[in-house]
T-cell receptor, first 114, second 113 residues
Framework: GDSVTQMEGPVTLSEEAFLTINCTYTATGYPSLFWYVQYPGEGLQLLLKATKADDKGSNKGFEATYRKETTSFHLEKGSVQVSDSAVYFCALLLGAGNNRKLIWGLGTSLAVNP | DADVTQTPRNRITKTGKRIMLECSQTKGHDRMYWYRQDPGLGLRLIYYSFDVKDINKGEISDGYSVSRQAQAKFSLSLESAIPNQTALYFC????????????FGEGSRLTVL
């Protein structure tokens, strides 16, 4: 069935380190892909998205490229900050009209130390 | 003020009690959702509503009910709370293109003793 797999956390990095959080998916059709971020004590918010193959989503220094050949949407940031400490969720959107369905990964916790 | 507001933010209750979590939004969105978040289990959809007259079960609706009182209001009820309903609950909204881009409330943490 359709699913999203994220790398398990927690991920712990020092400030200014390079970040990669892996996300792969299994889906029929052509999903749209999303990264959401949940800061401590807050709800989730959309970080970036890509709607078709080879699209690159970017926001706040984060990037992810929709790779159809490897069914992946890995999240990257060149230099993380303490303020990036959060839980990151990968998700895919399938279907059309009122039958659209959002499938979530389990989330990856990131802690950035000064 | 937040676009999606949940009340209460925290609630401790006892097994068997009836609990209502409320959600209101000022985004003007037709679509509203209730999710549950548990450590290690990610987000799971409880109920969703595409408009006032359209309510649908999600993947884990057993033990829950909802009411869409108006376009802007969507409440979640636990008729008889049990300890395994202890979780963080989120309300979210989307426009007609949803549910891809969701707007979340800050969450309601429920503890059932």
């Amino acid at each position: 069935g359709d699913s999203v797999t994220q790398m398990e956390g927690p991920v712990t990095l020092s400030e200014e380190a390079f970040l990669t959080i892996n996300c792969t998916y299994t889906a029929t059709g052509y999903p749209s892909l999303f990264w959401y971020v949940q800061y401590p004590g807050e709800g989730l918010q959309l970080l970036l998205k890509a709607t078709k193959a080879d699209d690159k989503g970017s926001n706040k220094g984060f990037e992810a490229t929709y790779r159809k050949e490897t069914t992946s949407f890995h999240l990257e940031k060149g230099s993380v900050q303490v303020s990036d400490s959060a839980v990151y969720f990968c998700a895919l959107l399938l279907g059309a009209g009122n039958n659209r369905k959002l499938i979530w990964g389990l989330g990856t916790s990131l802690a950035v130390n000064p | 003020d937040a676009d999606v507001t949940q009340t209460p933010r925290n609630r401790i209750t006892k097994t068997g009690k009836r609990i209502m979590l409320e959600c209101s939004q000022t985004k003007g969105h037709d679509r509203m959702y209730w999710y549950r978040q548990d450590p290690g289990l990610g987000l799971r959809l409880i109920y969703y509503s595409f408009d006032v007259k359209d309510i649908n079960k999600g993947e884990i609706s057993d033990g829950y009910s909802v009411s869409r009182q108006a376009q802007a209001k969507f409440s979640l009820s636990l008729e008889s709370a049990i300890p395994n309903q202890t979780a963080l609950y989120f309300c979210a909204t989307s426009d007609l293109r949803g549910p891809g881009e969701l707007f979340f409330g800050e969450g309601s943490r429920l503890t059932v003793l």
